[in-house]
T-cell receptor, first 116, second 113 residues
Framework: AQSVAQPEDQVNVAEGNPLTVKCTYSVSGNPYLFWYVQYPNRGLQFLLKYITGDNLVKGSYGFEAEFNKSQTSFHLKKPSALVSDSALYFCAVRGHYGGRQGNLIFGKGTKLSVKP | EPEVTQTPSHQVTQMGQEVILRCVPISNHLYFYWYRQILGQKVEFLVSFYNNEISEKSEIFDDQFSVERPDGSNFTLKIRSTKLEDSAMYFC???????????FGQGTRLTVV
């Protein structure tokens, strides 16, 4: 069964410091991996995705993520955190289902808190 | 920038009543989805819709739920007889092709009392 794990409920960092939000996955076959961000009372906004190609993927707002097949991980990173990055971050995976349209399977989310 | 729009933003309904949640996906998208997020929990897949039919549904999507694309623009989720446990944020999403990312609407907060 496809699954996504986000081991941390909350990550706290100081503004200007690097941040990492962890994600590991379990799928059969090659995964399609995504990060979404949810600000309070808002919908999910797409940040970045890994389909194929370079293991380091760059996305919106200075975020990037590294796909590591051997560790089945797709950690979200940013070199210098901003207070405005404080939000709920979701990792998601879509496996290959043949003819099926591939819904997203989400992790439980990690709350990122960036303090001034 | 095109976006997925959902109406209403908040709906309060009495247990047992029917509700219809409405979504306007991005115009050139072909795949449509409903997800829900119970307060404090993860986002869960409900149903996907492609080529005017349901292509996949989760165990949550039982006979009380139905989806429709009545015209070329709207995509609706109907809950026939709401239960207290249906209270959640419901997100509509759409995407252009199989390998692209899904774009989500702002959500409809459904409160069943």
């Amino acid at each position: 069964a496809q699954s996504v794990a986000q081991p941390e409920d909350q990550v706290n960092v100081a503004e200007g410091n690097p941040l990492t939000v962890k994600c590991t996955y379990s799928v059969s076959g090659n995964p399609y991996l995504f990060w979404y961000v949810q600000y309070p009372n808002r919908g999910l906004q797409f940040l970045l995705k890994y389909i194929t190609g370079d293991n380091l993927v760059k996305g919106s707002y200075g975020f990037e993520a590294e796909f590591n097949k051997s560790q089945t991980s797709f950690h979200l990173k940013k070199p210098s955190a901003l207070v405005s990055d404080s939000a709920l971050y979701f990792c998601a995976v879509r496996g290959h289902y043949g003819g099926r349209q591939g819904n997203l399977i989400f992790g439980k989310g990690t709350k990122l808190s960036v303090k001034p | 920038e095109p976006e997925v729009t959902q109406t209403p933003s908040h709906q309060v309904t009495q247990m047992g009543q029917e509700v219809i949640l409405r979504c306007v996906p991005i115009s050139n998208h072909l795949y449509f989805y409903w997800y829900r997020q119970i307060l404090g929990q993860k986002v869960e897949f409900l149903v996907s819709f492609y080529n005017n039919e349901i292509s996949e549904k989760s165990e949550i999507f039982d006979d009380q739920f139905s989806v429709e694309r009545p015209d070329g623009s709207n995509f609706t989720l109907k809950i026939r007889s709401t239960k207290l446990e249906d209270s959640a944020m419901y997100f509509c999403a759409s995407k252009q092709t199989g390998n692209t990312e899904a774009f989500f609407g702002q959500g409809t907060r459904l409160t069943v009392v």
